[in-house]
């Protein structure tokens, strides 16, 4: 019966076992080259295999998919090159400068509803991700590349996608949360290969 439906949808088992190796990866403390092991072995298997026994070799395929795809997650989500903007960023903001181009349209948020519990009300901002291409230590400018999620004070009139842009403001890494099983922001931005944030006064002289 499962080698029957497995005839109709050859498809399904690869993507199951790609899709257990991300959920392993995601919660899991897995390197990029212990999944890239694993789906060498998964061809091996599937080499040896191929002959005497096609059923086992064809697990050999999936082991192999699965091993790429938990690779492909984890090196898209944890290996960053030595000059990424995150490396940069420390729990602690800091003052900086940086150069890159806007990699999205900028979305203005309102101000919330005034809430008497919390002692300090939301105020407008907009939000986009920068594409970084500089950052400046000291006095000098040095190369720098990655994202990094980008809020400014009030609205940011005039910029678009695809902007060069300079930018004043603090530097620090995305938070992580305060609790256990708290939704993670930091992780939410770190699907799209950002580690850091710059939180940006509004004036003339910040961007």
Known sequence: MLTRAIAYAPLVPFAVAATVCIVVDRYGVISTLSWLILAVAGILLGILAARRNP??????LWICSGGLAGAHHHSWRNDFPADDIGKFASVESKLVRVRGTLAEEP????????NPLVGRQGSESSLATLEVREIEIGSTWEP??????????????GLHIGDEVEITGMLSQTPEPLNPGEWSYASRLRDDRIRAELRVAHSSNSI
């Open 55 to 60: 059923r086992l070799a064809m697990a050999g």
């Open 107 to 114: 979305v203005f948020r309102k101000r919330g509803p005034e």
């Open 144 to 157: 720098s590349s990655g994202r990094l999620r980008l809020t400014v004070d009030g609205s940011m009139t």
